[in-house]
């Protein structure tokens, strides 16, 4: 069974910066692509951000230029990399294996627990 375990949350002011982490049980991350999800209260879990077993990665508008992704396949982990924070980036922020499709990412069924980052204005 995979399981993913998500750490980095925290509390931080507004242009501020965390690194989520995202650990797997198993070597799933050395054949899918994994992403960030997020989801603010009262809103829909929504991609943030996707790379490829190959490093490709895609992110949504509001977070370009801001955050980067990235993955260490050897060690089974995926990062998430968040500077000049804003309060609109507070969420529940989960990682996700799935598939990079030329349509856009398709999510797994395989979430972490998440991990609460909160921004303060």
């Known amino acids: 069974q995979v399981q993913l375990v998500e750490s980095g949350g925290g509390l931080v002011q507004a242009g501020g910066s965390l690194t989520l982490s995202c650990e797997a049980s198993?070597?799933?991350?050395?054949?899918?692509?994994m992403a960030w999800y997020r989801q603010a209260p009262g809103k829909q879990r929504e991609l943030v951000a996707s790379i490829t077993s190959g490093g490709n990665s895609n992110y949504v508008d509001s977070v370009k230029g801001r955050f980067t992704i990235s993955r260490d396949n050897a060690k089974n982990m995926g990062f998430l990399q968040m500077n000049s924070l804003k309060p609109e980036d507070t969420a529940v922020y989960y990682c996700?294996?799935?598939?990079?499709?030329?349509?856009?990412?398709?999510?797994?069924?395989?979430w972490g627990q998440g991990t609460q980052v909160t921004v303060s204005s």
């Open positions: 198993r070597s799933i991350f050395m054949r899918n692509a």
């Open positions: 996700n294996v799935g598939l990079q499709a030329a349509s856009g990412y398709r999510p797994y069924n395989y």
